[in-house]
T-cell receptor, first 116, second 110 residues
């Protein structure tokens, strides 16, 4: 039982390049989330998916797209990376995984992205 | 909208000191409240939670009580250890969305 996994762990991009961050969970959770964490700003929600087949914008969606590929996987894509997107990205999942976990989020280890 | 406010850090304590990190929230309805901990280079881990008013969450010597009358969920520990050094996030869950505070860094010195 790996929980929430993310790939890659580290990435360096040049301005204008594209990339996809991958996230998978093995807890049979319905909801999945993408956050970014910047110094002094806590976590900010980029996009979330309440269930397979649905996605919604969070607080800071501009410059990102997401795909809920199936119940397990939720990817985040940067089409044209900008230095302002330098951050640590966390994926999380929540819900329906057990009797006491329906409103608890479980986080992956993060992807540290630098855009030059 | 819903939001969480927690005390700014860093908080620096000596080993075995008493810890309080304040957290207040604004929310409609009946949110669940959480404390998460983040160690350097890692993701967030659930520390404790409370799902209704007057509930007390506890784990690893940490405690927090859901106070609806004061809209607070302060984190306490009676005797901190060096290994407790980390960033602590207060959060609430409401209608399938999470809202996080900005985090409080705790440094515990031996």
């Amino acid at each position: 039982n790996a929980g929430v996994t993310q790939t890659p762990k580290f990435q360096v991009l040049k301005t204008g390049q594209s990339m996809t961050l991958q996230c998978a969970q093995d807890m049979n959770h319905n909801s999945m989330y993408w956050y970014r964490q910047d110094p002094g700003m806590g976590l900010r929600l980029i996009y979330y998916s309440a269930s397979e087949g649905t996605t919604d914008k969070g607080e800071v969606p501009n410059g990102y797209n997401v795909s809920r590929l199936n119940k397990r996987e939720f990817s985040l894509r940067l089409e044209s990376a900008a230095p302002s997107q330098t951050s640590v990205y966390f994926c999380a999942s929540m819900g329906a995984g057990g009797p006491l976990s329906t409103d608890t989020q479980y986080f992956g280890p993060g992807t540290r992205l630098t855009v030059l | 909208g819903d939001s969480v406010t927690q005390m700014e850090g860093p908080v620096t304590l000596s080993e075995e000191a008493f810890l309080t990190i304040n957290c207040t929230y604004t929310a409609t309805g009946y949110p669940s409240l959480f404390w998460y901990v983040q160690y350097p280079g890692e993701g967030l881990q659930l520390l404790l939670k409370a799902t209704k008013a007057d509930d007390k969450g506890s784990n690893k010597g940490f405690e927090a009580t859901y106070r609806k009358e004061t809209t607070s969920f302060h984190l306490e520990k009676g005797s901190v250890q060096v290994s407790d050094s980390a960033v602590y996030f207060c959060a609430l869950s409401n209608f399938n969305k999470f809202y996080f505070g900005s985090g409080t860094k705790l440094n515990v010195k031996p």
